[in-house]
T-cell receptor, first 112, second 115 residues
């Protein structure tokens, strides 16, 4: 039972354009959502997070949008850079300090 | 800034052997989590500790055990290793009660290969 789903296994974007990565979840008890970036053979690197009481959080080139009614969140990267090429994981938790439930990941490729 | 440290980075074992993975959390972090990532899969939660007490347990085999010590480092002990245990094992740490309490910071992982 995949509670967090990233339905696009891969995404290719031109440098300078916007990258939009999507994530859907089924558990309405999730109250904290995070995006991680991961390179092969390395640990996930925290990018940005959002609490369920918000619908948008922005940090530099990264913005996360949360639509609770649709149980959907998205990560926008603008402008995209070749160094952004990696696998992006969406994750969710439903209690303070609780375990993270990960999506399957989306491999982003930003082409020069 | 100090990050999560894991050792060893790579480990090769034979079937039925035992393995011990170590994790040193970010200084002052009080919670440690262990995750397993199989090839082509997303990380799966194994177990977590808050202030040296087990706080949650996921899909961790009975052959595995873990603990958190007084200095907050944690060890994952794996016995009777099977081929299917080959995976990346990540440790993460967080500071429960901080403003970003649910943000877990991950270590570089230990790649375990069981032959």
């Amino acid at each position: 039972d995949q509670q967090v789903k990233q339905n696009s296994p891969s995404l290719s974007v031109q440098e300078g354009r916007i990258s939009i990565l999507n994530c859907d979840y089924t558990n309405s008890m999730f109250d904290y959502f995070l995006w991680y970036k991961k390179y092969p053979a390395e640990g996930p690197t925290f990018l940005i997070s959002i609490s369920s009481i918000k619908d948008k959080n922005e940090d530099g080139r990264f913005t996360v949008f949360l639509n609770k009614s649709a149980k959907h969140l998205s990560l926008h990267i603008v402008p995209s850079q070749p160094g952004d090429s990696a696998v992006y994981f969406c994750a969710a938790s439903n209690n303070q300090g609780g375990k993270l439930i990960f999506g399957q990941g989306t491999e982003l490729s930003v082409k020069p | 800034a100090a990050g999560v440290i894991q050792s060893p980075r790579h480990l090769i074992k034979e079937k039925r052997e035992t393995a011990t993975l170590k994790c040193y959390p970010i200084p002052r972090h009080d919670t440690v989590y262990w995750y397993q990532q199989g090839p082509g899969q997303d990380p799966q939660f194994l177990i977590s500790f808050y202030e040296k007490m087990q706080s949650d347990k996921g899909s961790i085999p009975d052959r595995f055990s873990a603990q958190q010590f007084s200095d907050y480092h944690s060890e994952l002990n794996m016995s009777s290793l099977e081929l299917g245990d080959s995976a990346l094992y990540f440790c993460a740490s967080s500071l429960v009660g901080s403003s970003s309490t649910d943000t877990q910071y991950f270590g570089p992982g230990t790649r375990l290969t069981v032959l």
